[in-house]
């Protein structure tokens, strides 16, 4: 019995040993959104399940939306399983909303070359937010990093300036002054100094037994990854463009109905992305306007002043897009699009009003009866009374016509074609006793 019992307890014992050997790594790089939010949750939930010693966060952001920031910080405060968020790899930053979700792990670190802070509510110029407004979510923002760095006996007064004067601490500045606990070179150096560190979670007190430990990435799902990419500002960018774009091929190839779907299809997704970005609407309406524009050019045709109108209303709208007059969150971040990403789609508004010119140019040297202006000087017969709108058959196709003659137009009476403006044809009455050749 004495034996029985002895390696029953060695096998516990082996059992407690492995389940604490076991580190989830998570990694989350790029903005905050609800789908950053539930990735986290979902490592967390994974990390309790399979008793993980603890989960390390791998963090690099400009921030995100507020209220998807304070649903991943509820998620480490209220955590039985301990949760290291680690600013890295060298040149990462948490910024904004990466600022209090750092301040809500359990144990916080750098890796060399990274920074921290600049959490407070910017306005694009003096005086764009009202104050009362200002103060309001900058004492909002007080309120809870404060509160969470004091529960995590962390540097109070600073996490009050990183909302306040917006400042930010390199990793040696941030370890100085208590806002980190480690610095480490890579995640080996960081586990070995994460031995026998004593943190409390919600299940009370826990010493990080990891020597030796295996590590075990937890991966986002297809669909994370997905949103994750297209909130980068430049890919948000390039996909309400194509979308703006789809349309416009849409109206030059009437019926064909693939690029406008596909238009559609971008710039619902283009709007999702903007939904986790500082958006200034002025800057959406300006790339409406050169879509607008492009459209015009199709049909007033000319030397492309208008695309070249469409590209400068394009590049005004790309450079204010993420600069809004207010942000109303600290949480937010501050983005930017790359200057090239910004030519090169202006350069290829351009090239659409040039290509549609072009063919104009060409139509109006071509033969003066192929084409639309074959059907001018046709005559056919009114399908309808036109008084002044009905149908007329023309060449054996029925069309919307006007009636701009003086006569009015009888149905089954012999007209003329005058003209035609968009789908419409310009006709006129034909006496019935002329003798003007019919053509039907």
């Known amino acids: 019995m004495r ?33 950053t939010a539930s990735y986290l949750e979902r490592a967390l939930s994974t990390a309790r399940e399979q008793n993980a010693a603890c989960l390390i966060v791998e963090l690099n952001t400009p921030g995100g939306l507020d209220q998807a920031m304070r649903q991943m910080v509820q998620a480490m405060l209220n955590s039985p399983v301990p949760v290291v968020v680690y600013v890295a790899p060298s040149g990462a930053r948490a910024a904004s ?15 060399p070359g990274t920074n921290i802070g600049a959490a407070h509510p910017v306005a694009l110029g003096e005086g764009d937010m009202d104050s ?3 103060e309001k979510v900058t004492n909002d923002a007080m309120a809870t990093i404060r509160s969470i760095a004091a529960l995590r006996q962390r540097n109070v007064r600073w996490a009050e300036d990183a909302v306040r004067r917006s400042v930010s601490l390199t990793e040696r500045e941030a370890l100085d002054s208590g806002v980190i606990e480690i610095i480490a070179r ?36 297809a669909l994370e990854r ?4 297209i909130t980068d500002p430049n890919i948000a960018l390039l996909l309400l463009s194509l979308g703006f774009l789809g349309i416009v091929v849409e109206f030059y190839t009437p019926g064909s109905f693939g690029p406008g779907i596909a238009g559609a299809i971008l710039l619902i997704i283009g709007f999702m992305a903007t939904g986790s970005l500082p958006v200034n609407w002025a800057g959406i309406l300006l790339l409406v306007l050169a879509a607008i524009l492009l459209v015009v050019e199709l049909y007033t045709p000319g030397v492309g002043a208008f695309a070249i109108g469409a590209a400068i209303a394009f590049v005004v709208g790309a450079l204010i897009l993420f600069s809004p007059p ?12 790359s200057g090239w990403l910004i030519a090169a789609i202006a350069a290829m508004f351009i090239l659409v009003g040039v290509v549609v010119a072009r063919a104009v140019l060409k139509s109006q040297r071509s033969s003066p009866r192929s084409g639309v202006e074959r059907i001018i000087g046709a005559q056919g017969i009114a399908k309808t009374a036109i008084s ?53």
């Open 3 to 35: 034996l029985r019992g002895w390696a029953l307890g060695l096998l516990l014992a082996a059992h407690g040993a492995a389940a604490q050997s076991l580190v989830m790594v998570a990694t989350i790089d790029g903005v905050i959104n609800p789908f």
């Open 97 to 111: 909303a990466g600022v209090f979700i750092t301040l809500a792990a359990h144990v916080a670190a750098m890796a």
């Open 132 to 134: 009362v407004m200002s």
């Open 186 to 221: 890579d995640r080996t150096d960081l586990l070995a100094q994460l031995e026998g560190r004593t943190v409390t979670t919600t299940n009370g007190e826990r010493t990080l037994a990891i020597g030796g430990a295996r590590t075990e990435e937890f991966p986002m799902s």
């Open 226 to 229: 997905f949103f994750q990419t």
């Open 326 to 337: 207010s942000v109303p969150s600290p949480s937010l971040p501050v983005v930017s699009v």
């Open 388 to 440: 002044p709108m009905g149908t007329v058959l023309v060449n054996s196709e029925e069309w919307s016509a006007h009636n701009v003659g003086a006569e009015p137009i009888a149905e089954g009476q012999t007209i003329e074609v005058l003209g035609i403006h968009g789908m419409i044809l310009h006709v006129r009455a034909i006496p019935s006793g002329s003798t003007e050749r019919h053509e039907s």
